[in-house]
Every structure is written in C-alpha cells, then in structure tokens.
C-alpha cells in the first residue's frame, strides 16, 4: 500500500512539473494556486459532466443503483482516508488487504440488504397475486 501511495505521489509530482513547465513555455506564468485551479476545475467539469449523464441513465432504471454507487464511492474513500492515516500515525498496519477487506464488507451488507429487499419483494408478489385476491 505505501509503495502504491508513493507511485501516486511520483505521477502526481511528474503531472504538477510538466504543466508548470508547460505554463512557462506558454509564457503563461500560471503559479501553483492557478495551476491548482485550472486543473482541478477542468478535471472536476469533465468529471461532473460525465457522472450526470451516467446518472442520468441510471436513474430511469434505478435510484438504488446510484445510491449504492454513491455509497461506494464514501466507502473507497474512507477506507483510503484510515489506511493513510495508519501510514502517516503509524497506528495500525498500512495495507492495501485491509482495504479490500472493508471494502468487501460494505459489499457483503449490501449484498444482505438485496437479498432481503428480494425476499420482501417475492412475499409483496405472491400477497397479491394468490393471497389478497
């Protein structure tokens, strides 16, 4: 896992100093704020943009299903939040297993809450069809 952060943090370095350089060879002389801001709010548009179409066509199948990914998305990103504060505080082992553990156990309750969602719906179903007329 500290060797993946570290990866992250070497990309994100290259990106940073090419679009610096970039910026200087433009004669733009953006700062590191401007730069932060150009980019960021670039990335994020595309991103939210992106997002709202797909959510957009889900949203005429299921809300459930961008709920469920909304939630996923909080999940991944506290998991990642602990095991880099474990890293950084040294409490506890940072490890990419105790990541996907968690991970796959917001999966596995979710998996329980479908199933009982199902069970619930097929009892609905029979109900109506053979109980209540």
Known sequence: MREFIWFLVDVMNLFHDKFIA????LGLGLNDKALHFLVIGVMGIVGFLCVNM?????????????????????????????????????????????????IYGFLAFF????????VMFALGWVWKRYVKS
């Not at 998996?111 to 199902?118: A, E, Q, S, T, V």
């Open 111 to 118: 998996g329980l809450y479908l199933l009982i969602r199902g």
């Open 22 to 25: 970039l910026s200087d060879q």
């Open 54 to 102: 797909v959510f957009h066509a889900i949203a005429r199948i299921s809300i459930t299903a961008i709920a469920f990914i909304f939630s996923l998305t909080l999940v991944i990103l506290f998991v990642f939040a602990v095991e880099i504060q474990q890293g950084i505080t040294n409490n506890g082992n940072m490890d990419f297993t105790d990541a996907a553990v968690s």
